[in-house]
């Protein structure tokens, strides 16, 4: 008998969908008050941004690896360090990445276990006490 194992990529429903939440992801940072401090230390254009993070989630959800094609291990602890994360600024990525995911209806349990893993790699992400 088959196995039924699928990647989280597959399960998700593959690009098209790690596109339309990481466009909303965005949106919301871009437009909600309460990520204004995150908001602040991105680009003007967060075109750059989106494309990157849509790269680095299709090969970490088990997609197509292009993130590491393109720019190498990502190595994500070390390129946030320019930027100030503390627990503010971590709480405020958090609350965009759950809405992106709430507002995009993601199935569950994917919804649950992504925010699981997305409260984990921002609290790793943290390089400030507070
Ligand atoms: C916890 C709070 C976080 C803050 C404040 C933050 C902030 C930023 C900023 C300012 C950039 C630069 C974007 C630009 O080009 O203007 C960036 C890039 C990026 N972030 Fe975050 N980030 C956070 C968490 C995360 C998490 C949890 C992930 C992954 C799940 C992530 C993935 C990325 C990726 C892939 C890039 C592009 C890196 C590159 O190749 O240059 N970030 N982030």
Known sequence: MEVDEKTLFEVLGGVVTIEKIVARFYTLMDTLPEAKDIRDQHSADLTDAKEKLVMFLTGWSGGPQVYI???GH???RARHMPFKIGEKERDQWLHCMFKALDDCEIAEPTRGELKKS????A???RNQQA
């Open 118 to 121: 997305f409260a984990h790699i």
């Open 123 to 125: 609290d790793f992400m």
């Open 69 to 71: 094609e393109k720019f």
């Open 74 to 76: 990502p190595r994500l």
